[in-house]
């Protein structure tokens, strides 16, 4: 059994690997911390409870920080939209469901000095929660087996041309994990998410799924895909999914060490994650940084195991 916390800004992204946990049968999942990224803090928790509400995730859910330790926050509705996600169908419906009382950043702590045993730390979305939860207490580094991420890339960005969204949002949150020591990070970036696409076809596939959920995820599906091109004949890469695809199925993964530095003051490269792949000359690594995946393997496991949550 491997002991789990989940930080997201969810996101549809998000809300898939959400199910993919809920799926796994080898994890004991303690908590969800949310932070504010693809939306704002409210929406991002809105979301969150509606996903555990509606698909039965049995998991609590706690509301992080609204904002990144220094920056001002800048969302991703401008392509997502003002709820951080869009649908071509149903809206998932609200619910009138208040997040636990304690806060995302107090909550992390209390689950790892709780835990018998370390726990894997899997953030999806800016790392605010996780540098706030770090600084607060470093020694609690200890009880982290290993922080898994969605953010960054070896190569172009996303957000902007050097930047990835989650690091892009909050480059000084990113600069306390990558220089936290003791840490173990597992990066997954755009680099490796590029080579896990969405096509038409999956979406269809889902959209042959029976139930009212499998609808409802659907139509979020559908829109996601149409996110590079309206009619959706360019295919949309899978981000968040690719971190809880690693935990199902690590043989479809390779992996290579390197040194990586976090951009603050770039006037065209904030945010950038530096990789330094001189390793043993003059670099010392402190990432393990996801290179290749199986695309279509990666993208029909995501869907088996959402699949199973219905
Ligand atoms: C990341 O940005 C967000 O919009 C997604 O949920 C994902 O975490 C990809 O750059
Ligand atoms: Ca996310």
Same mark, same amino acid.
């Given at each position: 059994m491997r002991s789990i916390w989940l930080d997201t800004d969810a996101g549809f992204d998000d809300w898939m690997t959400m199910l993919m946990l809920a799926s796994h049968p080898g994890l004991r999942w303690l908590g969800v911390g949310v932070v504010a990224g693809n939306a704002s803090l409210p929406v991002a928790l809105?979301?969150?409870?509606?996903?555990? !509400?509606? %698909?039965?995730?049995?998991?609590?859910?706690?509301?992080?920080?609204?904002?990144?330790?220094?920056?001002?926050?800048e969302t991703a509705e401008r392509v997502l939209g003002a709820q951080g996600m869009r649908t071509t169908g149903m809206p998932l419906p609200e619910i009138q469901v208040a997040a636990e009382g304690l806060d995302a950043v107090t909550a992390l702590g209390n689950?790892?000095?709780?835990?018998?045993?370390p726990v894997t730390?899997? /953030?999806?979305?800016?790392?605010?929660?996780?540098?706030?939860?770090?600084?607060?207490e470093p020694a609690l580094v200890d009880r982290i087996h290993e922080l898994v991420l969605m953010g960054?890339?070896?190569?172009?960005?996303? !957000?902007?041309p050097a930047a990835e969204f989650n690091i892009y949002v909050d480059p000084e949150a990113a600069d306390v994990v990558f220089n936290q020591a003791g840490l173990k990070r597992r990066m997954f970036g755009l680099n490796v998410c590029r080579q896990v696409l969405l096509e038409r076809a999956h979406v269809q596939e889902v959209q042959s799924w029976p139930g009212e959920r499998a609808m409802c995820l659907a139509g979020y599906l559908d829109a996601y895909q149409r996110i590079r091109h309206p009619d959706g004949r360019v295919p949309m890469?899978? %981000?968040?999914?690719?971190?809880? /695809?690693?935990?199902?199925?690590?043989?479809?993964?390779?992996?290579?060490? /390197?040194?990586?530095?976090?951009?603050?003051?770039?006037?065209?490269?904030?945010?950038?994650?530096?990789?330094?792949?001189?390793?043993?000359?003059?670099?010392?690594?402190?990432?393990?940084i996801a290179m290749t995946a199986d695309g279509p393997r990666v993208v029909d496991a995501v869907l088996q195991a959402v699949r199973q949550t219905f």
């Open positions: 809105a979301n969150t409870l509606r996903i555990c !509400h509606h %698909y039965r995730l049995k998991v609590p859910v706690f509301a992080g920080c609204d904002r990144p330790l220094s920056a001002p926050l689950a790892l000095r709780n835990s018998p045993e730390v899997l /953030a999806i979305g800016p790392l605010t929660n996780i540098a706030r939860t770090l600084q607060a960054g890339s070896t190569e172009r960005g996303n !957000h902007t890469p899978l %981000y968040d999914p690719v971190t809880s /695809a690693w935990l199902l199925r690590p043989e479809l993964f390779t992996f290579q060490s /390197a040194r990586v530095d976090i951009e603050l003051q770039g006037r065209f490269t904030r945010g950038m994650t530096v990789c330094d792949w001189r390793i043993g000359q003059s670099a010392l690594p402190n990432t393990e």
